[in-house]
């Protein structure tokens, strides 16, 4: 039972539907990693990969550019400045996390390339460093029409806070195109995109292996990309290429497509997205039932559904909960070293049974030793 982070458990159908193609890929007499990535058995495979992409994340491709990139969301974090925080502009980020830290600090050093200026527009950090939760729309201080984009998160993995979604934590309303960080909750529940202008994931959560980032830009997006940057940087070469433009991570896309062809046959996002808010809830309920012994530091209204974090009363029984699970076969449930505790990962992959299983495990260890 693996409640890795990233790279995270990926669908047994898709590992055993690349293990009998492995060898050869559709009687072409070789392994799909083999292949031109000019050549038509790959070239099916790759269309076939952006049109799943295009399909469950609702970016249809009429009006939307649905790219294979590498570097993961970490070269996003650069890229996006890169491509749209021109001389004069500015961007506003609302900051829910480290990941979202980060995006604005590798934007702030492409400000010294790019001349733009990123700003914080709401960040929800404590005094203690930590994160419990989504700003209001109240506490935005937006810069409103005129900024180039406003970027955020969808879902801070290492806190476990997400926008839920709920009356009180809807994605920011806002006047300028906006830019999410969808990378661990990427098709894990259904979000209208259309809000977006950009989405961007490291595939390594929820659809697939590292070495593949996806981002998905509206048109007029990749259009307004700047041009004064290196050619490879703008997502309009990687656009009007088709991915294509160099050598793209083949197997790694080919992987995404067995994992999003294993979930469209699943029933797609909404049955996905039952069976992880059946799986989160197990293991909150044990949270919740367990009379204070488990603590989960997030509030209630932005807990996540990929990522729950919890403490218990001490670091030593913290460690003992990590050491008794992983010899029940629970793997990765260490928190980031960033914050400590414990947290499940519990991607599209990860089994509702799984999260039986430890919720049970945390029932019978809070009895043993609450
Ligand atoms: C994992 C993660 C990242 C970093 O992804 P890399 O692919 O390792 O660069 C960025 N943002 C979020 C929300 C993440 O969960």
């Known amino acids: 039972m693996n409640f890795n982070a990233g790279p995270a458990a990926l669908p047994l159908a898709a590992l055993e539907r690349a293990r009998e193609e492995l060898l050869d890929f559709e009687g072409s007499g070789m392994s799909i990693m083999e292949h031109s990535h000019r050549g038509k058995v790959y070239e099916k495979v790759h ?3 952006t049109s799943l992409v ?3 994340l609702g970016t249809p491709l009429d009006a939307w550019d649905v790219l294979f990139v590498q570097g993961g969301a970490s070269t996003a974090f650069a890229q996006i400045p890169m491509n749209f925080l021109g001389p004069g502009a500015t961007a506003d980020f609302v900051v829910t996390g480290a990941w979202g830290e980060k995006a604005f600090a590798e934007a702030r050093t492409v400000k010294a390339i790019g001349g733009g200026e990123p700003r914080v527009a709401a960040s929800t950090k404590r005094d203690d460093k930590s994160y419990v939760r989504v700003p209001r729309q109240d506490e935005l201080a937006l810069t409103g029409e005129g900024a180039a984009y406003v970027h955020v998160t969808s879902n801070e993995t290492i806190h476990g806070v997400e926008y839920a979604l709920g009356p009180e934590t809807p994605f920011p309303k806002v006047e300028a195109p906006l830019i999410v960080d ?8 259904r979000v209208d995109a259309a809000q977006f202008d950009v989405i961007y994931a490291g595939a390594q959560k929820n659809i697939g292996p590292s070495g593949v980032t996806i981002v998905a830009l509206k048109k007029e997006m990749t259009a307004r990309g700047r041009r004064d940057i290196p050619t490879v940087f703008q997502y309009r070469t990687v656009a009007e290429n088709r991915s294509l433009y160099n050598t793209p991570p083949t197997f790694g896309i080919y992987l995404v497509r067995n994992t999003l062809g294993w979930m469209k046959a699943e029933g797609g996002v909404d049955a996905i997205e039952a069976r992880n808010r059946k799986k989160a809830k197990a293991i909150y309920d044990a949270i919740d039932g367990s009379g204070g012994f488990y603590r989960c530091p997030v509030e209630p209204a932005c807990r996540s559904i990929m990522n729950v974090v919890w403490r218990l009363p001490t ?3 913290e460690e003992a909960f990590v050491k008794e699970a992983a010899a029940e076969a629970m793997i ?3 928190g980031h070293r960033a914050v400590g505790g ?3 990962s519990i991607y599209n992959a990860a089994e509702l049974s ?5 919720a049970s495990f945390m029932n019978d260890f809070a009895k043993r030793r609450g």
């Open 354 to 358: 799984w999260c039986e299983a430890l």
């Open 315 to 317: 670091p030593e029984l």
């Open 182 to 189: 969808m990378s661990s909750d990427i098709l894990g529940r």
């Open 54 to 56: 295009a399909e469950l």
């Open 332 to 334: 990765g449930l260490k």
């Open 47 to 49: 269309d076939e990969a």
């Open 342 to 344: 414990i947290r499940a």
